[in-house]
């Protein structure tokens, strides 16, 4: 099928008005290649504008400033450690090499203001300050910010669309696609070559049952476009995936508000604790494993504690901002009077936090192995937040290389098919214990940016045999 079976024809494609979405269209523009961006909603959003807008990268220009020595060897090895050696070296050295640069480039070239955020302290699997983003901003932020920066660009914009078929040749080779509109009707257009950025499957639940079936019953916070589309998708053409059981679980979603507690939060000496009024995990061990113990405890909902001190030094989080302005958080002066706030044990309550403190004042490990050092847990005035878990977004998809492009599962490429962010593996290993602070949106930006200028270089080709043809 030529391109003369379609209603007009691009050189570059992308699915998706995300992040990654974003980045790869801005790249593949600055690249030189005419861009048609795609988004099923009418107002971008997705898993980017659902998130901090936070990023994790390593070398980057904000670090130096900051004083923070940092590299992509030192980033490499973390992720390898996080993921017990189980994540694909290809695409973690991808990222340790190119999300720094990403970032800078994001920072230089688009005039977005990300900057290291030294309220994040290293945590979580980051042995150094490596989350940048934007202070006192979102992730819708983030979006709106991109979206602008398309319009700066001259990149055309359909929303409201969402992708509806795939059309290829013999070889693999994708022709054009189907675009469905609102109001039902359908477009056929050609491309060069196709960017999958259209998000993970954490709103689909026949998907979240089959392949990470522990989570079937969670709530989820993802965007609910979040379903399948870039995995079914590139199935269908033959693409291999990847740790398809992978996702951020997260502990603290406040209920019945729907917001994240920061995960500075229990960082800074917060504690989790049930409705018997005791802790059962150790807060720092594992910002996306923790959802399950959380999931474990008898009740609906569990309770985050943690201390004026605490709320200080995430104020400038626009999550515990939100959560003032709902008055969302159990404010009391004494122990009994934040037990009878809670609805837990007093007694129990008292307990809790006093072995905390004593554990912290004795140096040593307690009994959940939370190593205190020089953190304080909490102490009067007390605040509480009502939290509950739930999945986030899966982190497995489509099989890529180190330059974004799907993979067969014989390990060929597909000729001009590029992933990422959620649409694509990611570097958190197979299962929920893998995932570093900010890596999703690390990933949507860094294979992004990847994606954009490999899809440039293949979609000028396509566009050139075009002019030759005529």
């Avoid at 983003?133 to 319009?151: F, T």
């Avoid at 989790?272 to 923790?290: C, K, Q, S, W």
């Amino acid at each position: 099928m030529s391109g003369e079976a379609f209603e007009f024809s691009v050189p570059v494609l992308v699915v998706g008005g995300g992040a990654c979405g974003c980045i790869a269209a801005l790249s593949a523009r600055e690249s030189g290649a005419e861009v048609l961006l795609v988004e099923q909603d009418e107002r971008p959003m997705g898993s980017t504008g659902m998130s901090q807008g936070l990023i994790c990268a390593a070398g980057t220009r904000s670090q130096a400033e900051h004083g923070i020595e940092d590299d992509a060897e030192r980033y490499y090895a973390d992720i390898i450690a996080k993921t017990r050696g189980q994540t694909d070296p290809v695409l973690a050295r991808a990222i340790a090499d190119h999300a720094g640069p990403t970032v800078d480039w994001m920072v230089g070239a688009l005039d977005m203001p990300w900057q290291l955020d030294t309220g994040f302290r290293p945590a979580y699997g980051n042995s150094t300050y490596r989350v940048h983003g934007w202070r006192g901003h979102s992730g819708q932020d983030m979006v709106e910010l991109l979206h602008r920066r398309l319009d700066d660009a001259g990149v055309d914009v359909m929303a409201g669309t969402r992708l509806s078929g795939v059309e290829s040749d013999e070889n693999g080779r994708i022709l054009g696609v189907s675009l469905t509109r609102r109001d039902g009707s359908v477009e056929r257009v050609g491309c060069g070559a196709l960017v999958l950025a259209c998000g993970g499957f954490a709103a689909d639940h026949a998907m979240v049952a089959r392949y990470m079936p522990e989570m079937a019953h969670a709530r989820n916070n993802g965007h609910e476009g979040s379903r399948g589309t870039a995995v079914r998708v590139g199935e269908q053409l033959g693409a291999a995936l990847g740790d398809m059981g992978a996702y951020q679980g997260y502990a603290m979603l406040t209920e019945p508000q729907g917001i994240p507690v920061p995960p500075g939060v229990p960082v800074e000496g917060g504690v989790l604790v049930n409705m018997a009024g005791e802790r059962f995990t150790d807060e720092t061990a594992d910002i996306a494993g923790m959802v399950h113990p959380v999931l474990r405890q008898e009740g609906d909902h569990v309770w985050v504690v943690f201390d004026a001190r605490i709320e200080a030094a995430a104020d400038y989080i626009p999550e515990m901002q939100q959560l003032k302005a709902l008055n969302a958080l159990k404010k009391a002066d004494s122990i009994a009077d934040l037990a009878e706030a809670m609805g837990v044990p007093a007694a129990a309550l008292e307990a809790t936090l006093k072995a905390t403190q004593t554990a912290q004042s004795e140096g040593r490990a307690d009994p959940f192995g939370r190593v205190w050092g020089t953190d304080l847990p909490p102490a009067a005035p007390y605040r509480a937040l009502r939290v509950v878990g739930a999945i986030f977004h899966t982190q497995g998809g489509l099989q890529i290389d180190g330059e974004a492009r799907v993979l067969r599962a014989d390990g060929t490429r597909l000729p001009n098919l590029f992933a990422g962010g959620g649409a694509a593996r990611s570097v958190s290993g197979p299962s929920y214990w893998g995932y570093l602070p900010a890596m999703g949106l690390a990933t949507a930006v860094t294979f992004g940016r990847l994606a954009g200028l490999g899809a440039a270089r293949v979609g000028s080709a396509f566009a050139e045999a075009e002019l030759s043809d005529r």
